[in-house]
T-cell receptor
Framework: DAKTTQPNSMESNEEEPVHLPCNHS???????IHWYRQLPSQGPEYVIH???SNVNNRMASLAIAEDRKSSTLILHRATLRDAAVYYC??????????FGKGTRLSVIA | DARVTQTPRHKVTEMGQEVTMRCQPI?????VFWYRQTMMQGLELLAY????????DSGMPKDRFSAEMPDATLATLKIQPSEPRDSAVYFC?????????????FGPGTRLTVT
């Protein structure tokens, strides 16, 4: 049980920003929020993670709500290569990642 | 660029046969995970190891599946006997749990088809 809720699918135009939402209303104070993505025919890959503050890296940004009950993964300029299933996970301690169904992102040229 | 490797990449076998999947974690990683992915169930955690010791294999059908780490560079997942419902992609992942938010690095997967 991933204990997160994500839309099944989203669509974006190429070179537009994409905001992928995730609800984790039962998150505890020490749970981290992790985002992974899975490109077609590949294993999942790490995107970003955070605890309380917003985070940026070369792939994306993570905006975490003040009450931590939701977060948003932001891809600043979607490319065709960003078409994938994006998984939002909440992780307790150093336990393994538990995956939900994720959001399938389609990028339109 | 260090990667998790898995062999074989594809395996087709007949029902009742033994299947062994192998995983080489990234050097220096002390945790290893096995996941299974199907269209119906998505990604399911089967088992995981820390410092070669099994910590949790509750996701694995015990009667036919077994997971081991003979040494730090090799993890194996065995199915005996295999059944058509075992058809799936099996992913191995590894990580180094120096902190609470460590990454899990996934291999390319083994696509298993049981006829």
């Amino acid at each position: 049980d991933a204990k997160t809720t994500q839309p099944n699918s989203m669509e974006s135009n190429e070179e537009e920003p994409v905001h992928l939402p995730c609800n984790h209303s039962t998150i505890s104070g020490t749970d981290y929020i992790h985002w992974y993505r899975q490109l077609p025919s590949q294993g999942p890959e790490y995107v970003i993670h955070g605890l309380t503050s917003n985070v940026n890296n070369r792939m994306a940004s993570l905006a975490i709500a003040e009450d931590r009950k939701s977060s948003t993964l932001i891809l600043h300029r979607a490319t065709l290569r960003d078409a994938a299933v994006y998984y939002c996970n909440r992780r307790t301690g150093n336990t393994p990642l538990v995956f939900g169904k994720g959001t399938r992102l389609s990028v339109i040229a | 660029d260090a990667r998790v490797t898995q062999t074989p990449r594809h395996k087709v076998t007949e029902m009742g046969q033994e299947v062994t999947m192998r995983c080489q974690p990234i050097l220096g990683h002390n945790t290893v995970f096995w996941y299974r992915q199907t269209m119906m169930q998505g990604l399911e955690l089967l088992a995981y190891f820390r410092n070669r010791a099994p910590l949790d294999d509750s996701g694995m059908p015990k009667d036919r599946f077994s997971a081991e780490m003979p040494d730090a560079t090799l993890a194996t997942l065995k199915i005996q006997p295999s059944e058509p419902r075992d058809s799936a992609v099996y992913f191995c992942a590894s990580g180094r749990d120096r902190s609470l938010a460590y990454e899990q690095y996934f291999g390319p997967g083994t696509r298993l088809t049981v006829t």
